[in-house]
C-alpha cells in the first residue's frame, strides 16, 4: 500500500532525476576516439583542469555568486527586519506583495526589463544625459556589476522569505530585555537577532547560492558576451559545439562545486542542513 | 493625590526613597491609561501594584523602565530624574512576564550578559556570576541551556540575571502567571526571602491579590489609571477606602440599599429587598443616602440555632443553605437569606461541627457589625458581587 502512494514520486525521481544523472554521469566519462566509437576515459575533466579559461570561468562564476548571495543578505536583511517587526497589518502586507510583484513575470521578462533601462539608448543613461551627470549615453550593460544587479533582483524573493519567518518567530521581550540590561542596537543585532534568525540566514543564502550558480538567462543577458558564466560553457559544449560528453562533465563538475561550497557554508555557520530547510 | 510611603524604619528620615513618581501621565488618545499618578516607593522596600486587566498597570511599569515616555509627570529613581533616558541607561532592571531568557546562550552567558555589556573583565563576570547563581540556590547551572530548566528554575535565572547588576530598582511583570499552583506558591515565599537577603527594591505589579498581599510592604490598589489606595496588605484588607478595594481583595459580599439610619460612625442600611443590617461607615454618609455595604466570608460567624448569635450580642440571619463549596481550608457555603433572598457566601470552618451540613438545611448567621463596611454607593466599572 505504501509503496502504490509513493509509486508517483518514486517514478518522477527515478525517472526524471536519477536516470539522467546516470546517463549523464557515463557520458562524461567517456570520450569519442573515432567517428561513432567511443570508449571509456576522464579526458573531458582532464580538459577542464588544463584548460585555463574553463577553470577561470569556474571559479569567477563561484565569486561571483557568493557575492551576489551576500549583496541580497545585506539588502533582504533590513526589508525583512522592517516587515516582521516595524510594521503591522495594512502596510506589511502591501511591502511584502512589494516584493513579490517582480515574480508575476517570468526571468525573461525581468531580464528583458533591466536591459530596457540598462541599455545604452535606454532608460537610466538617457536620464543621466538629462540630469547632466554624462555627456553623452554611457553602455550600462554587459559589465559584471550589471550581472550583479539582475542576480540580486532575481533572488530577493528566496532571501526575504526565510527571514522574514526567522525574524518573526524572535520574542519583542528578548530585545526588550537585552536592551533592559544594557545592550545597544548593534550588539543586540549580533548577539541576539543573528544568532536567532541564523537557520533562516542559511537557509536563504543556500537557496539564493544555488539559484545563482546554476542561472543561465540573467549572467548571459545582461553580461554578453564578456559574462563568462560557467552554465553559459555548459551550454556552449551541449548545443554548438555538439560535444554533451564534455558537457555532461561541466554539469557534474558544477554540481561538486555547488554542493562543496554549500557544505563548507554549512560547517562555518555551525548549522544542519535538516534545520535549515526546515526553515525554507 | 499623592500617596507617600515611608518606611517606619529609623534610617528613612536620611534616605531617599528609590522611585519617586510625580503627576505621571500617559494617554492614548482619550483614553488615559496612567492619570496623573504620584507615589514614592522607599528604599528596600517589597512594593506592589495591584490592580485587573487593563487598569495601567503595565503601562505604568514600562514607563519606569524606560520603555515607553510618560506624556506628564516626572519619574526619580535614586534621586535623578529620567526623562529621556533609556532603558539600558537607567538604574532599574526587569524581569519580563515570560521571563525573556535569551535561548541561545548558556544560563551563565545569560546571567552574565549585563556585566559583559558594561565591559567587566571575563573573570570577574565568571566569579559575579557564580556568586549570583549560588544566592539563588542554582549552583553549578552556568553551563546548562535554558530549556533544560525547570518553571522556578527559570524564574531564579531571570531574577538573578537582574539582580547581579545590583539595580537600584528591580521591577516584576507578574512573574507568576505562567506557573502552576504548587510552584507559585513555592516561588512567593522565595521572591520575599531573595528580597529581603538583596535588600534591593522590588516593584511588583500583579493581578492576583494573594500574591500582593503575601508578598509586599505595600500595595497599591490600581483602577483605571488611577490609584484607589496606597497601604500595608493589613490596611487594604480591613480598612479599604473605596469600594472598589473592598471589592477587589479579598472575598467580599456586597449588599446594595439606602442608609435608613446613621448613629455616629455605625449606619443601618435597608436593600431594596428588605434586607436589614448593620455596617461601620467609611466617609461620610448622611441619612436616605444611597450606599454599599461590604461583609468578608470569615467575618459572619454560622450557627445551627439563631439564639446562640443572640447571646453573643450579635445581629443574627435566617438562612436556607444553597450551596456547599468544599475547598479544604477555603471552603465556603451559599447561604439564602430567609426573608430577602440575599445570597450570601460565608466560610465554613473545617472543625467538625459542620460536617454534616446539608443542602436545604435552615442555619442562622450573623456578624460584628464594626468588621462590615460600608460606603456612599459610587458607579465603578469593576464591581463584582462576589470576589
Same mark, same amino acid.
Given at each position: 500500500m505504501l509503496m502504490l502512494l509513493l509509486a508517483p514520486a518514486l517514478l518522477w525521481l527515478l525517472g526524471l532525476i536519477v536516470l539522467p544523472h546516470v546517463e549523464l554521469g557515463i557520458l562524461s566519462m567517456r570520450a569519442r576516439v573515432a567517428p561513432r566509437v567511443y570508449e571509456p576515459s576522464l579526458a573531458q575533466f582532464r580538459t577542464f583542469f588544463e584548460e585555463p579559461l574553463y577553470w577561470h570561468t569556474f571559479m569567477r562564476t563561484a565569486l561571483m555568486s557568493l557575492a551576489a548571495t551576500a549583496i541580497t543578505l545585506l539588502l533582504a536583511f533590513p526589508i525583512a527586519w522592517t516587515i516582521a517587526k516595524l510594521v503591522r497589518g495594512q502596510s506589511k502586507a502591501m511591502l511584502f506583495i512589494l516584493c513579490l510583484i517582480? $515574480? =508575476? !513575470?517570468s526571468e525573461t521578462v525581468r531580464t528583458l526589463g533591466w536591459m530596457i533601462l540598462l #541599455?545604452? &539608448?535606454?532608460v537610466l543613461p538617457a536620464f543621466l544625459v538629462w540630469l547632466g551627470v554624462t555627456p553623452a549615453p554611457v553602455e550600462?550593460?554587459?559589465?559584471d556589476a550589471t550581472i550583479l544587479v539582475g542576480l540580486v533582483y532575481t533572488s530577493m524573493l528566496f532571501m526575504v522569505i526565510p527571514l522574514i519567518s526567522a525574524l518573526e518567530s524572535l520574542d519583542d521581550s528578548l530585545i526588550e530585555a537585552a536592551y533592559d540590561l544594557g545592550g545597544n542596537g548593534w550588539s543586540i543585532l549580533r548577539q541576539i537577532v543573528i544568532p536567532h534568525a541564523a537557520p533562516g540566514i542559511v537557509a536563504g543564502c543556500i537557496v539564493v547560492f544555488m539559484l545563482t550558480l546554476g542561472n543561465y538567462l540573467t549572467p548571459t543577458l545582461?553580461?554578453?558576451? &564578456?559574462?563568462? =558564466?560557467f552554465t553559459e560553457q555548459i551550454y556552449t559544449q551541449f548545443i /554548438?559545439? $555538439?560535444n554533451w560528453e564534455q558537457g555532461a562533465a561541466f554539469g557534474f563538475l558544477l554540481l561538486a562545486l555547488s554542493t562543496a561550497i554549500v557544505w563548507a557554508g554549512l560547517k562555518l555557520s555551525g548549522q544542519k542542513f535538516g534545520e535549515v530547510m526546515q526553515k525554507t | 493625590m499623592t500617596h507617600p510611603v515611608s518606611d517606619s524604619s529609623a534610617a528613612s528620615d536620611a534616605t531617599q526613597p528609590d522611585l519617586q513618581a510625580s503627576r505621571v501621565a500617559k494617554h492614548y488618545g482619550a483614553f488615559? *491609561? !496612567?492619570?496623573d499618578l504620584s507615589f514614592e516607593v522607599a528604599r528596600g522596600s517589597f512594593f506592589s501594584i495591584l490592580g485587573p486587566s487593563g487598569c495601567g498597570k503595565t503601562t505604568l511599569l514600562r514607563m519606569i523602565a524606560g520603555f515607553l515616555e510618560a506624556d506628564a509627570g516626572q519619574i526619580h529613581i535614586g534621586g535623578k530624574a529620567m526623562n529621556g533616558v533609556p532603558p539600558n541607561k537607567r538604574p532599574v532592571n526587569m524581569v519580563f512576564q515570560h521571563l *525573556?531568557? $535569551?535561548?541561545?546562550? &548558556?544560563v551563565g552567558e545569560n546571567v552574565g550578559y549585563g556585566l559583559a555589556r558594561r565591559g567587566v573583565a571575563k573573570d570577574e563576570i565568571q566569579r559575579r556570576v557564580g556568586d549570583m547563581l549560588e544566592r539563588v540556590s542554582?549552583?553549578? *547551572?552556568?553551563?546548562? #541551556?535554558?530549556?533544560? %530548566? &525547570?518553571g522556578g528554575q527559570k524564574q531564579r535565572v531571570a531574577i538573578a540575571r537582574s539582580l547581579v547588576l545590583e539595580p537600584t530598582l528591580l521591577l516584576l511583570d507578574e512573574?507568576?502567571? *505562567? %506557573?502552576?499552583l504548587k510552584l507559585r506558591e513555592h516561588m512567593k515565599i522565595e521572591l520575599k526571602a531573595l528580597q529581603a537577603a538583596f535588600g534591593t527594591t522590588f516593584v511588583y505589579i500583579t493581578h492576583d491579590q494573594s500574591e500582593a498581599l503575601v508578598l509586599s510592604d505595600h500595595v497599591a490598589v490600581m483602577n483605571h489609571g488611577r490609584f484607589e489606595q496606597v497601604g500595608t496588605p493589613q490596611q487594604l484588607y480591613?480598612?479599604?477606602? /473605596?469600594p472598589f478595594v473592598a471589592g477587589f481583595v479579598g472575598a467580599n459580599n456586597r449588599i446594595a440599599g439606602r442608609a435608613t439610619e446613621v448613629h455616629g460612625s455605625t449606619v443601618t442600611l435597608t436593600s431594596a429587598q428588605g434586607l436589614v443590617i448593620p455596617a461601620r461607615a467609611i466617609g461620610q454618609i448622611a441619612k436616605g443616602d444611597a450606599v454599599e455595604a461590604f461583609v468578608r466570608p470569615e467575618v459572619a460567624r454560622l450557627a445551627r440555632q439563631a439564639s446562640v448569635l443572640k447571646d453573643a450580642g450579635l445581629p443574627h440571619f435566617s438562612a436556607r443553605v444553597e450551596s456547599l463549596l468544599f475547598d479544604g481550608a477555603n471552603s465556603a457555603v451559599l447561604l439564602r437569606e430567609a426573608q430577602s433572598h440575599t445570597e450570601f457566601r460565608i466560610a465554613l470552618p473545617q /472543625?467538625?461541627? $459542620?460536617?454534616d451540613l446539608t443542602v436545604g438545611e435552615t442555619v442562622a448567621f450573623g456578624f460584628d457589625a464594626q468588621r462590615a463596611v460600608c460606603f456612599a454607593a459610587s458607579t465603578t466599572a469593576n464591581e463584582h458581587v462576589f470576589s
Open positions: 517582480p $515574480f =508575476w !513575470v #541599455r545604452e &539608448s535606454g550600462l550593460l554587459y559589465h545582461l553580461g554578453g558576451k &564578456s559574462s563568462q =558564466w /554548438t559545439r $555538439f | 488615559r *491609561a !496612567v492619570d *525573556a531568557l $535569551f535561548p541561545m546562550m &548558556s542554582l549552583p553549578g *547551572a552556568q553551563n546548562k #541551556r535554558v530549556d533544560q %530548566l &525547570s512573574p507568576l502567571g *505562567a %506557573l502552576d480591613y480598612e479599604p477606602q /473605596t /472543625t467538625g461541627e $459542620f460536617a
